[in-house]
């Protein structure tokens, strides 16, 4: 891998023993990718996945604590995955007990060590950062150091900035030292699409079942999507985002999927069109027979399939606040 001065400065220890750790750690990390070298981190905030205070995750708490005994900060202040404990969702005195002092015993110390590292605000624990709410958006183009496989899928696909799907821990490295390595969906190459998936279906495709059945088809290439303009348009406005929202981060769940190309609608399949396709892509037809299929072998894991349910969780993703007005008007009609 090439190495700036600057970046092999940082490597060789001039600006101290633990900032030349966490550039090795990346340079070992994209070495592990063939990286050709290391790009600056462009955008404003970063993201990171690491939000649960478990007490198994004391490798990740000893290495906050000697980055913040150094002196080391984030170069971005950071937006992070959801709390694991939400005091609106009904638990009893027993679940409290386990929850808060046996497996999340370590959460108020993590989120101390969170602020003191550059955590964005008191409220910044979400999986879609990128709402305008939270203000963490990054503009197309921009070099990220994001992890959060639903939060990199939406920021590669629908605001076109550029990302890996980094694991936890990596993506705050990225943020120190301000670099990352060179290699995937940070290059031209890499984002091209690998196959052609055509929607025939007789109806708007339900959005987490249609990214289901793309992502467990391509697995972690990269899909450029032609017809779905159709049922959700050609302009990125509110609706379509939050289609987009559910349906990517159905293909990065059930697949591994980063980057997808919609036709006529995402950033860069509108600058770059059928350009993005490579030369021997795969072609694959989603019709209304591959839908069904895919819904019903979605595995039930109750013991009884017929059960009533006690309760029903919407939102993984976090809803858009389209989706909360849409779900209020549904369940009071019911």
Known sequence: MQLTKVQQDILDGKSGETLAKVMKTLVMYGEAFDASKMVEVTSNYNHLV??????????????????????????????????????????????????????????????????????????????????????????????????????????????GARCNRNSGIIDIMGSIVGYVPYFGLLTDEGRKADWIIKIETSKKPEAQLLGSAIGMKVMEDVPYIVGLDKWIGDELNESACTYLKDFGAATASNGAVGLYHIDSLTPEAKKLGKSLIKENAKEYVIDDEVLEKTYKDYPVIWKDKDAKPKLCFMGCPHMSLKQLQDWTDVIEEI
């Not at 150094?70 to 007990?97: A, H």
């Not at 993590?110 to 008191?122: A, S, V």
């Open 50 to 159: 690491t939000s649960f205070g478990l007490k198994v995750m004391d490798p990740v708490y000893k290495l906050m604590d000697t980055l913040l005994k150094e002196g080391v900060k984030s170069n971005q202040k950071f937006t992070v995955d959801p709390r694991p404990l939400d005091p609106n969702v009904p638990s009893s005195f027993i679940q409290n007990i386990v929850f808060k002092h046996f497996m999340y015993s370590k959460q108020d110390f993590y989120e101390k060590q969170l602020k003191e590292l550059g955590l964005l605000n008191e409220d910044a624990f979400t999986c879609t950062c990128y709402m305008s709410e939270v203000g963490n958006t990054p503009k197309y183009g921009e070099v990220l150091s994001w992890s959060e496989s639903s939060a990199v899928v939406y920021a590669n696909s629908v605001l």
